[in-house]
Nanobody, 121 residues
């Protein structure tokens, strides 16, 4: 069994910063890409940023220049540094690993349960 657990959400004022962490644990053999999605009230879940095992990154236009995704492959951890936060960044942020190979040879996608980020104006 594989679990993704997010840490670091909370309440911050506009212009502030937060860092989210997501730790993958369990019978993991390898993880390809990892990423962050968010879902604001009444809106669809959207990709924020992702990073592959080689360190190549991809960002939503709305967060480019403000957010930075990184990962520690040895720790099966992905981070999201969020700077210059805006009220429209308020959402539940979910960690995703779309291709995790387990030690028993299975491969599937996993999601965390999410962490709430609230940005006050």
């Amino acid at each position: 069994q594989v679990q993704l657990v997010e840490y670091g959400g909370g309440l911050v004022q506009a212009g502030g910063s937060l860092r989210l962490s997501c730790v993958a644990s369990g019978n993991i053999y390898s993880i390809d890409a990892m990423g962050w999605y968010r879902q604001a009230p009444g809106k669809q879940r959207e990709l924020v940023a992702d990073i592959n095992s080689g360190g190549n990154t991809n960002y939503a236009d709305s967060v480019k220049g403000r957010f930075t995704i990184s990962r520690d492959n040895a720790k099966n951890t992905v981070y999201l540094r969020m700077n210059s936060l805006k009220p429209e960044d308020t959402a539940v942020y979910y960690c995703n690993a779309p291709w995790v190979v387990t030690t028993n040879g299975r491969a599937m996608a996993y999601w965390g349960k999410g962490t709430l980020v609230t940005v006050s104006s």
